[in-house]
């Protein structure tokens, strides 16, 4: 249960942290 929960949050991080990101770079 703990890591379904700590697997979300880490995607929920990438997910947010590239729809950030990716206007920089291009």
């Keep these: 249960m703990f890591t379904c929960i700590l697997a979300h949050a880490i995607y929920n991080t990438i997910s947010y942290f590239t729809m950030i ?3 920089y770079i291009n």
């Design 21 to 23: 990101y990716i206007p």
